[in-house]
């Protein structure tokens, strides 16, 4: 199996160690086997926290009482005890909307940078078993890991999508072992409410070990399980971030910075009545508050916008590649990470939504964005239980989505389009002067592969088939991004904008800059 090396540059700063504070210390440690006969937390999963010093724990309780998440540095424990220094992190408990039972979660404060942490979530009598998670650099270089659909359950087979899912974590992280975030395109299980599906997915022990930053697809947008499992900071729960009913249904935006990077995560189920403008408003005020702080923009959302195959020309998306491309270039985002599609696909460097640079050849290996370029990438499945094969332009269903001249088999925006019917994941590493995009085989044709398995695909490999599969940890794509370094968020000062968005009568989404 070839694993990727990542070869990085660190730069190494100092930082006033902080102190793990707004807790109080919790003595003694009862191990997790000294509970076997009491109800423990399930579902653990390790989220990101507004920051790199924070993180947030949530999981399924199995009553109401009172919880928290104790931690302490990994060296300080003895024969798995943790000490009388451990720190305890209150947890909010509250009951499941579905499903019965309660939801907790916690904000782990106060970390320090290049530590190891165990920790632990209940309360005496009834720990669940001890995990741990490391910290890197607070600055500098650093690669995280993107995961499309896992979308467990939608072979029919949940056993077979859950080993799918895991393999393809543990290959990414074999190959990435100081990957610092997993970045989810949304659909993390088949039917919204499904608490087996919910099992599978969370089965994965690096789910507690490196945090996970969730996106609402559409199949969990429909019911209140992708709330109650996952708890995101900074997040806006306005009604206009939500499909439909809130009481009903799991929505809400929330963004976050880590290291040099603004991440902003959009509900794109919602994107009717004036929903893509709400949007749009919110990305804006985040980057006007925040983005002089980081040196590139990341948006995820769901829907790809610049499908390579079944989606390509729903309404949705038709009405998302009016309302979104503009705003997006005005705004100096980088990278767009969306899902959906379960294929993959890496667009040219798209402004104000037609392409930047007419003559971008087809899968260019380097790219410079230039003012307002954005890379829109459509990641494949991580779990093998769906695949789209890919689809020719129908200009009969979009006029304005046709094909490349430079390559007509493609879709206009796209540069690479892939399908090969294997497990796949995208790596992106964050440097100083560029962001290095690659789509990594995690599987191949044979098992863990449920769509394959189960024969819902009549072929497997590239070239539909024609190739054999080429092998766990090869590249599919790989592409540097140059970035436009004159801009807003990198360069606070004289290039910064201030922009308000609005909404014409026919229902165009416009910025305006006020700065």
Not at 101 to 121: D, M, Q
Not at 495 to 507: A, E, L, N
Request: include cysteine.
């Amino acid at each position: 199996m070839k694993l990727i090396n990542w070869a990085r540059t660190r730069v190494a700063t100092c930082v006033t160690a902080a102190v793990l504070a707004t807790a109080t210390a919790f003595g003694g440690g009862v191990g997790a086997a000294h509970a076997a006969d009491q109800a423990t937390p399930t579902g653990i999963i390790l989220g990101v926290g507004a920051n790199e010093s924070q993180r947030v724990v949530s999981w399924y309780a199995p009553t109401s009482a009172a919880q928290v998440v104790q931690v302490a540095p990994t060296s300080r424990l003895v024969h798995g005890r943790f000490p009388a220094s451990a720190t305890t992190f209150p947890a909010t408990v509250a009951a499941n909307t579905v499903n019965g039972g309660y939801n907790g979660h916690a904000t782990i404060n106060g970390l320090r940078e290049h530590t190891s942490y165990s920790y632990r979530v209940g309360t005496t009598g009834g720990w669940s078993p001890t995990y741990s998670f490391k910290t890197q650099d607070f600055d500098g270089d650093y690669s995280f890991l993107f995961f499309g659909d896992p979308q467990i359950g939608s072979s029919g087979d949940v056993a077979k999508d859950g080993a799918g899912w895991m393999d393809t974590l543990n290959v990414a992280l074999a190959a990435n072992p100081k990957t610092e975030l997993l970045v989810s395109g949304g659909d993390q299980v088949e039917s919204a409410n499904t608490e087996t599906q919910w099992n599978a997915f969370l089965a994965p022990d690096k789910l507690r070990q490196y945090p996970w930053a969730a996106t609402i697809g559409n199949h969990d947008v429909g019911g209140k399980a992708y709330e109650q499992h996952f708890w995101t900071p900074n997040t806006d729960r306005s009604a206009g971030f939500y499909r439909g009913n809130p009481s009903t249904e799991s929505g809400g935006d929330y963004w976050f910075i880590y290291k040099d990077v603004l991440f902003i995560d959009l509900n794109s189920n919602a994107y009717a009545n004036n929903a893509d403008a709400a949007h749009v408003d919110y990305v804006t005020k985040v980057v006007n508050a925040h983005g002089a702080k980081a040196k590139y923009t990341v948006l995820v959302y769901h829907h790809s916008i610049y499908s390579p195959a079944d989606h390509a020309n729903d309404a949705d998306n038709q009405q998302r590649r009016q309302d979104f491309p503009t705003a997006f270039s005005k705004l100096g985002v980088d990278l767009v990470l969306q899902g959906h599609d379960h294929s993959y696909s890496r667009s040219y460097v798209i402004k104000n939504g037609k392409k930047a640079n007419p003559a971008e050849q087809p899968g260019a290996t380097q790219v410079a964005q230039g003012p307002g370029g954005v890379i829109y990438v459509t990641a494949n499945s991580a779990s093998g239980s769906k695949y789209y094969d890919l689809t020719a332009p129908d200009t009969t269903q979009d006029p304005n989505y046709g094909p490349d001249p430079l390559n007509p088999k493609n879709h206009w925006a796209n540069s690479v389009e892939n399908q090969e019917h294997v497990r796949t994941y995208v790596t992106v590493e964050v440097q100083k002067n560029k962001l290095v995009v690659e789509n990594v085989r995690s599987g191949t044709c044979t098992a863990p592969n449920a769509a394959v398995e189960l024969g819902k695909v009549s072929w497997c490999g590239p070239n539909s088939g024609a190739t054999p599969a080429k092998p766990v940890g090869s590249l599919v794509d790989k592409v540097v991004v140059h970035p436009y370094t004159d801009r807003g968020h990198s360069h606070p000062g004289p290039g910064r904008h201030d922009w308000t968005v609005s909404k014409t009568q026919q229902g165009v989404v416009t910025l305006t800059d006020v700065s």
